[in-house]
């Protein structure tokens, strides 16, 4: 079966940086599995080399800043008081803040905690950089008609109610 609008499509993937450095995989019994067809379960660059193929094909796919994961934007670094977080923060740790601008969520991360002040960034960590897709498709099969309503792929490896 090949790759259309409405498939469900199970794939082994690798994502590395501009030098080559393995950033994410999925594993072996573990394969992401997406609804194709523009319900933003993949990135978009992504599901355009993906359609049509069939499986065991294979795709292999560069993508600039904007087409992964944003440019990196130098407004969302802030600095804040350390009296505003918990008592035991590190960096690297995420959490979740409200964006007074906009009034979205955002994720933030610390990035440092120096003379009573905490540096978080609410970049995604891959912000800025160019990203090579490389996967093979394990399977291609139709989307169910709760999956079409609900938009995306249910049971295994998929979303479960």
């Known amino acids: 079966m090949e790759i259309v609008k409405n498939t469900v499509v199970s794939l082994q993937y690798k994502m590395y940086d501009s030098e080559g450095e393995l950033l994410d995989q999925t594993e072996a019994d573990e394969p992401m599995v997406y609804l194709h067809g523009g319900y933003d379960g993949i990135f978009p660059v992504v599901e355009e080399a993906l359609h049509g193929k069939k499986t065991g094909d294979s795709v292999d796919v560069t993508m ?32 979740e803040a409200d964006d007074p601008e906009s009034g979205d969520v955002m994720l933030f991360t610390i990035t440092e905690i120096e003379d009573g002040k905490v540096v978080v960034d609410g970049n995604h960590p891959l912000a800025g950089k160019r990203i090579r897709f490389a996967a093979t498709i394990d399977e291609v099969r139709p989307a169910s008609a709760e999956e079409l309503e609900h938009g995306h792929v249910h049971g295994e490896h998929g979303h479960h109610h």
């Open 64 to 95: 600039e800043p904007d087409d992964a994961f944003g440019e990196y934007d130098a407004e969302l670094v802030r600095i804040e008081p350390r009296d505003v977080f918990p008592e035991e923060i590190e960096v690297g740790m995420m959490f």
